[in-house]
């Protein structure tokens, strides 16, 4: 899952920012607090003429957690937080908002204490008898460690913010949703002739195969290989004591006053060591790597040879030689077939084929199916093919027609349409924004993506 979420980081952003626009406290009442080892009161950042505090951030951080665990569960903790990087998440969100609140308090965008009024009245937690209950929002602000100046005062920022994105959501018009609606929902009825690689011819003789190689020979190389020293520091009880002895050792082993106790030959596939053999294979000749834990032990690295990878001989190459040779023999066999099948076309015909229509096809699995589907949509032809994994498929549009669409559908569509649509406008927005307000960070934030 945390790949997923990784992958579409930015679109989970916009969609906590939608779903709760803060209205500050969405994430607080129950969400706890998340320390950052700074002063409540300090300033993390400066965005145009707006001071963000170590408070924003602490509820940013909070409110943005408890939505992760809305949408994902259990299965969304501390742990995958961390590797979402959800303090930077939060970083860059507050950096985004504060953007858009100097865009509103340039064009006099504000927040009345009516439009406060109204949204307090929708947290449960302040709902007494079915109405808004003031002790119990001064008690609940009180246990969560704000008052109600501070509160409403964050209140109107979200506020502010949210009536000034709301600016900018798009919607389509009848002439435009028909139109994709059209595009989207259409059939084609379809004939296909599916080339298999596995049916192909790749014969070929020896000659042909050496041929082959001296042209890639280069491709054919042992693979870089190092000779280093290793010396293993067990933790036996105390982990400290076994960093501080292994350290002790490090220094005796860099200034020669002891020798290495075991010497191995790695290249860039070993496990041995797992992430750190990227700073193993970085080491210059001699050079030695500061002791670095591996379950029980503290190990400690010394490069001694670094060996070159050297062109392989067309015998020693030979299977993987034989193997790149079939590959290539059935990739221009099957583009041959190809080119035939468009001048001289003939097929089976499956029937009527779209987004909504997907038959089973024998030879092809449902990624196959949907990479078709989606070069068929594409094609400005009606004669054409759609090369996959292992396979080309080879068709032809015999017909085509508008596919019944019921008035769900039609509106899936058009609101899927249209968030795209706003994201990319919020997206370009801020970019403009980013350019016109300076940003001066007093935090430390790991800016990669």
């Keep these: 899952m945390i790949h997923w979420m990784q992958k579409h980081k930015r ?14 406290g969405a994430g607080f009442v129950g969400w706890g607090s998340y320390s950052y080892g700074k002063n409540s009161g300090s300033v993390i950042a400066t ?6 505090d170590f408070q ?31 303090e930077q998440q939060a970083y860059k969100s507050l950096i985004q908002k504060y953007l858009i609140l100097n865009l509103a308090h340039k064009y006099g965008i504000i927040a009345t204490n009516e439009d406060v009024a109204k949204e307090l009245v929708k947290y449960q937690a302040f709902i007494k008898n079915g109405k808004f209950d003031k002790e119990s929002y001064l008690k609940i602000l009180q246990q969560n460690g704000t008052n109600p100046a501070d509160f409403e005062s964050a209140m109107k ?43 192909i011819d790749k014969s070929f003789d020896e000659k042909e195969l050496r041929a082959f190689w001296e042209v890639n020979k280069n491709n054919y190389k042992t693979i870089m290989k190092y ?10 009880n105390d982990e400290k004591v076994a960093k501080n002895n292994a350290l ?94 468009l001048k001289n076309f003939s097929g089976t015909n499956i029937g009527f084929i779209g987004k909504e229509t997907k ?22 032809s009606t004669l054409n093919a759609s090369t996959l994994d292992n396979k080309i498929v080879v068709y032809k549009i015999e017909s085509s027609r508008l596919a019944e669409v019921s008035k769900e559908k039609t509106i899936g569509l058009s609101q899927s349409i249209e968030k795209m649509k706003n994201e990319e406008i919020l997206m370009s927005l801020l970019s403009k924004l980013e350019k016109e307000y300076e940003v001066k960070s007093n935090m430390k934030v790991n800016k990669s993506e």
């Design 47 to 52: 965005v145009g003429d707006l001071e963000i």
């Design 359 to 380: 038959p089973q096809i024998n030879g092809l699995t449902n990624a196959d199916i949907d990479k078709l589907i989606q070069d068929i949509g594409v094609s400005t």
């Design 157 to 199: 920022n979200d506020i502010v913010f949210y009536k000034t994105i709301s600016i900018f959501n798009s919607t389509l018009d009848q002439k435009e949703l028909k139109t994709l609606t059209d595009i989207y929902f259409s059939e084609d009825e379809v004939s296909i002739n599916i080339i298999d690689s596995n049916s």
């Design 248 to 341: 002790k050792k490090y220094l005796t082993l860099k200034n020669n006053k002891e020798d290495f106790t075991k010497e191995e030959l790695l290249d860039d596939h070993s496990i041995l060591f797992g992430n750190n053999l990227k700073d193993i294979t970085a080491l210059k000749v001699g050079a030695i790597l500061k002791p670095f834990r591996i379950e029980n032990e503290f190990i400690i690295v010394k490069m001694i040879e670094k060996i070159s990878p050297v062109l392989l001989t067309f015998e020693q190459a030979n299977a993987q030689v034989k193997s790149d040779f079939l590959r290539t023999i059935a990739s221009k066999r099957m583009e041959k077939r190809k080119e035939e099948l």
């Design 56 to 86: 924003e951030m602490q509820k940013e951080y909070n409110m943005m957690y408890g939505q992760y665990q809305q949408m994902f569960g259990n299965n969304f903790n501390q742990e995958m937080a961390a590797k979402l990087n959800l």
């Design 11 to 24: 679109w989970l952003v916009i969609t906590i920012w939608i779903s709760t626009i803060a209205f500050v």
């Design 227 to 236: 000779k280093v020293k290793i010396e293993k520091i067990s933790i036996e």
